[in-house]
């Protein structure tokens, strides 16, 4: 029951949302109702693994052998968590802010909720269509009224892309499902379905998986709808859009390709490995060259995004443990980023780097808060991000599933050196140094902004200090598709 | 009471988190009592452990605290490891850092009390790291405190952090550090797919059985992290540059202790190295080649830290000669002689620069008769380094060399070379310091004053130690058993002695070599004193001299070849690829779909909406065709 409460609390109460005119109850409602969510969800984290509330099964299309099966294992559930933790994040840090007609804009988050969490929990592949535009839907909506100046072009590359990649997967899907035994979307029947699927078949049907979800990542050469759509939305948007939304890419990944095409991720791996690692570093190199915090931000994602999608070709315990940990890690520390760049333009109007500078003397708990958080985007042992990191490039050295294991740990590991620079950069010209005309009369943050970015950072600290409980709740996940990911 | 290990960073820690969350509340004086008080708890603790750790039966204890990351067979815990070596670091670190925590308070006392709170939990945290580094019982939780002595330093060279400069060279020191953290890390990673285990029991126990190519690789890529580290060849740049922290920090970070985690992790390791004679000769290259060039471009510097910063760049290039020659102990030796003297050195730079606000040599001049207690510690301490007996730098200096002849004679000309180099310059800045006339504003010349004693206490103390630590290792030539230090760390580097061909010494000989290096490093403080006591010559270095003042050109040449070449490619995607190439791709999808668009748009209403609709009947009928008709 706990997947469908899940899915059904901001399903329902968006819906609800749409009626609500007062800005000031449309807050109130959407928080609560994100927290709602939160308790339900971590109520799940407490439960046996066996535990029959965690499943839930109804007919939905007989006629096309679909059904609303909803489960959550650890990867559902430690990305549900993630979900379920961004939402009331963004809402307490956005909460001085105010939209036009912000009954509709919190509804449509709602919505957006409500499909990701689908998306994380389905284990039926029409139902995970289904939640995989119920979540993109809302987003386009969000960004292509609430955005900035440029958001009409911003939104459309964004939907293009997106959908493009959509269209491709269901085509896949609807492949894959003629060819099941029981004419059955089930995630069980397509497990089965390898051994039935030619080699020659398994390639082209991971090139049309894998774009779907490298688009969605996203993945070089797929990414460039997404420092611009960063730019323009709204930057609550932006969390959601980064923090969790490129969750489902990977997500996609790892449940739906890797296990259920493992030939054809098998001969393509050490392709799509390059392209991870080219966009690493190629990201890395631009994040250097950004002026506006958001697009370095957006930049920096893109390149620790690709060491996830790299980690998980890799096909070892320790990279795809590290892909599970670093998932909810980069989520919460990228939306911490986005609240810093969000704190900084609402009060000085501007997110250029080069019009910035001294801020650390005017705003030191901003500064600590924002320090912190960089350390943690450069994965500094102790922070959260160093775990991922560590076993993520531990398990790609490892990898017996290439020969060029050395050589992608070597060239993606020069990202790392790359990531200190434009972080570092990054803090030196917006915060040290002496203030100019613009920061002059900037001030602290306030003591709602400053508490949640200091619940941020106490994650941030004690997942990099006792990783062991986030590692063992996906342990078994990870055993059970490294089983099927290794069929060759 | 090696059980309570734990409590050694602990107390730092509190001491940070306390200094740091109530920075604005707490008075200068209760700030000062909590920076210092933890770590003289931490050297109090330290020094009940090494008691226990004398004792001849004692065996290393492993503590484990919790259990850091376990995934499949790789098992990371969180402990610490106890033994001869790590308690020896143990003491130098909270010794000396309670003396320079001490010092600090009266010589930052002039900023705001926030800052000043800062300053110390920025300290303390320095301290906590580096204590991790050094207990750590496997190669993650040493790289754990590596990085954070890293981020500490990083910190600290930036923290007058309103100076742009000073910003950039604590960006600098980061990312050079980085570079080298990342070969530390793969040769982490490497260890782990060859051992399956990163602890270092383990480690050790299996690498006699392992390959000679594996162990190159791996200890070269340590290598690399030491570089780094401990300023090195070709990554020492950022030392100089660190000089822009406060002085106490140069002389706790950037002389004392962070810069010789390179050594302590190579010593650690030493059975590794050992194992590899390529790597050690490259270790032996690398730190000769350090010590000599660096010592060439302190000959010219005027700045009295960063004379002291290329001494120091020398003085562990010496220390990985010694590690390269297979001297562990004489490497160590020197770590902690070393951390004496240069502590001292410059807590005496501090003092000066505290009582002149000046930095160039050439404006300062006759400071002896206003600050004696300055003056005369500062002199032994220059006595110390240059090699001079009995004081402590002969002894470990001394020990290096030795080995260095037995490996090498090559070695030991170019180390005697450098030794000679290390006299004269250290008694060039002494002499152009404190002797002759005083060359500043009669307005400085009113105020100089000796400094206040928590300024002085530390000095002396220092002072004593940097002229009696050598004691603790009289070489075997003058008294059988003599050297204390050898036979305590012994059980570290047993494995490394037996593998080691042990030449028997030659006492001749090696008073010989004893008597050539003091001969060569008397020359050079007579040169030296001759030279620049009474009349110095101050005129800007012309000629080769310019090349060493300007430090050989080498930032210029890091500049031209590495960060120029990237920032333009950077550009160049940023610009180019993306906008022209990537971009104009996806266009074109775009405008494939427009003009499709315009196309049907007679048949349509023409709303988006409607050609997802088509797009996705379209394709679904495409593939019941597909499936079921062909079928």
Known sequence: MIPVLLIAIPLLSGLVGFFIKNGDNAKKWSLFISLATLAVSVYGLTLDKASAALHFEAEWIPSLGSKFSVALDGMSQILSLLTAISFPIIFIATYNKEYKTPGKFYALMLLSQAGLIGVFVSVDALLFYFFWELALIPVYFLSSIWGGEKRIQATFKFFIYTFVGSLLMLVGIIYLYAHTADHSFSLQSFYKLKSAISGKDQSWLFWLFFIAFAIKMPIFPFHTWQPDTYEQSPTAVTMVLSGVMVKMGLFGLIRWLAPVIPGGTWLWGDTASALCIIGMIYASLSAIQQDDLKRLVAYSSIAHIGLMCLAVFATTETGLQGVMIQMFNHGINIIALWIVVELIERQLGTRKISELGGLAQKAPSLAILLVIVSLANVALPLTNAFVGEFLMFSGIYTSTATTYNVVFTVTAGISIILSAVYMLNMIQKVFFGNTNALTENAKDIKWNEKAILAVIVIMIVVVGVFPQPALELTKTTVHAILEKMNYK | ?631
């Open chain 2, 1 to 631: 009471m090696s059980k309570l290990v734990y409590l050694v960073p602990l107390f730092p820690f509190i001491g940070f988190l306390l200094n740091g969350l109530l920075r604005k509340k707490l008075s200068k004086s209760l700030i000062s009592i909590i920076g210092c008080g933890t770590v003289l708890a931490s050297f109090v603790v330290s020094l009940l452990i090494f008691f226990e750790v004398k004792d001849p039966s004692f065996q290393t204890v492993v503590i484990n605290l919790f259990d850091f990351i376990n995934v499949g067979s790789l098992k990371i815990p969180f402990s610490f490891q106890v033994d001869q070596l790590s308690i020896l670091f143990l003491l130098i670190i909270t010794g000396v850092g309670f003396l320079i925590h001490l010092y600090s308070t009266s010589y930052m006392h002039d900023e705001e009390n926030q800052h000043f709170a800062r300053y110390f939990a920025y300290l303390n945290l320095f301290v906590f790291s580096m204590l991790i580094l050094i207990l750590g019982s496997n190669y993650v939780i040493m790289f754990v405190g590596w990085e954070g002595v890293g981020l500490c330093s990083y910190l600290l060279i930036g923290y007058w952090f309103k100076n742009i400069e000073y910003g950039n060279a604590a960006k600098k020191a980061f990312i050079m550090n980085r570079i080298g953290d990342l070969g530390f890390l793969i040769a982490v990673f490497w260890m782990i797919s060859k051992f399956g285990s990163v602890n270092f029991a383990e480690v050790f126990s299996k690498a006699p059985t392992t390959s000679v190519g594996v162990l190159t690789g791996i200890t070269l890529l340590l290598f690399v992290g030491a570089t780094g580290k401990s300023a090195q060849i070709p990554l020492y740049t950022w030392l100089p540059d660190a000089m822009a922290g406060p002085t106490p920090v140069s002389a706790l970070i950037h002389a004392a202790t962070m810069v010789t985690a390179g050594i302590y992790m190579i010593a650690r390791s030493n059975i590794m190295y050992t194992l590899a004679p390529t790597t050690q000769t490259v270790v032996a290259i690398v730190g000769l080649a350090t010590a000599i060039f660096a010592a060439s471009i302190a000959l010219k510097q005027n700045d009295i830290k960063k004379v002291l910063a290329y001494s120091t760049v020398s003085q562990l290039g010496y220390m990985f000669l010694g590690l390269g020659v297979g001297a562990y102990t004489g490497a160590v030796f020197h770590v902690m002689t070393h951390a004496f003297f240069k502590a001292l050195l410059f807590l005496g730079a501090g003092s000066v620069i505290h009582a002149m606000h000046e930095q160039d040599i050439r404006k300062m001049g006759g400071l002896k008769k206003f600050m004696p207690i300055t003056h005369i510690t500062f002199l032994l301490a220059c006595l110390a380094i240059a090699g001079i007996p009995p004081f402590s730098g002969f002894f470990s200096k001394d020990e290096i060399l030795a080995a260095a002849y037995e490996k090498n004679p090559i070695y030991y000309v170019v180390g005697v070379f450098t030794a000679l180099m290390t006299a004269f310059y250290m008694f060039r800045l002494y002499a152009t310091t404190f002797l002759g006339k005083f060359r500043g504003t009669s307005d400085q010349e009113h105020h100089l004053h000796e400094s206040p004693s928590a300024i002085t206490i530390p000095l002396v103390i220092l002072a004593v130690l940097a002229v009696t630590a050598g004691f603790l290792g009289i070489p075997e030539v003058f008294a059988k058993d003599s050297h204390w230090l050898q036979h305590f760390l012994s059980p570290i580097f047993e494995a490394s002695t037996k593998i080691q061909e042990v030449h028997p010494a030659n006492a001749g000989m090696e008073l010989t070599l004893m008597a050539i290096s003091v001969g060569v490093a008397i020359i050079g403080v007579i040169y030296a004193w001759s030279k620049f006591s009474k009349d110095p010559d101050l005129q800007d270095a012309s000629g080769f001299g310019k090349v060493l003042a300007n430090k050989w050109y080498v930032d210029e040449l890091y500049d031209a070849i590495i960060l120029k070449p990237l920032n333009a490619f950077g550009k160049f995607l940023n610009n180019v690829v993306e906008k022209n190439v990537i971009d104009w791709m996806v266009n074109g999808i775009g405008r494939a779909v427009q003009y499709s668009s315009r196309q049907i748009r007679l048949l349509q209403s023409g709303q988006v909406g409607g050609y997802v609709l088509l797009m996705v009947i379209g394709i679904v009928i495409l593939f019941l065709v597909e499936i079921f008709i062909k079928k």
